[in-house]
């Protein structure tokens, strides 16, 4: 025996409907970025390489040197950041593809390089003098 639907039930599918486009339009105009970011390469937790990434720009590539004869060569293009070769055993930092977005990281534990993509407009916070 199948029960009808209620107007009331009607109006609470309507509105749990509208929550979700709300919030899927929320995160999209929040995912929107601007388009000045920074690429940033570390070695041991130290920053080796930055550069700007701007439309138009000439592809880029680094090779990292992360000693004993360890090393990376990274792909900094408009479009998108990787790590093109290394000579790590495991090579998951090649494996693992680009990066595109502000925030993305591709790591290679092996040697201890990390490359990320920084928004432009960051700066460091300043420490927080207020405690209680």
Known sequence: ???????????????AAALIVVGLLGMYVMGTESSDKNVV?????????????YKG???VEFRVDAGNGKYNVVSVTYEEVKIKEAN??????VKSGPI???????????HRVVVKITAG????PDVDDIAS
Request: aromatic letters at 8%.
């Open 121 to 124: 407009h960051e700066e460091t």
């Open 1 to 15: 025996m199948r029960m009808p639907i209620k107007v009331g039930d009607l109006v609470v599918y309507f509105f």
């Open 88 to 93: 790590c055993p495991d090579q998951v930092c």
């Open 100 to 110: 595109r977005h502000a925030g993305q990281a591709i790591v290679c534990l092996p």
């Open 41 to 53: 390469i570390e070695v041991k937790g130290k920053e080796v390489y930055s550069c700007r990434i």
């Open 57 to 59: 720009m000439a592809p």
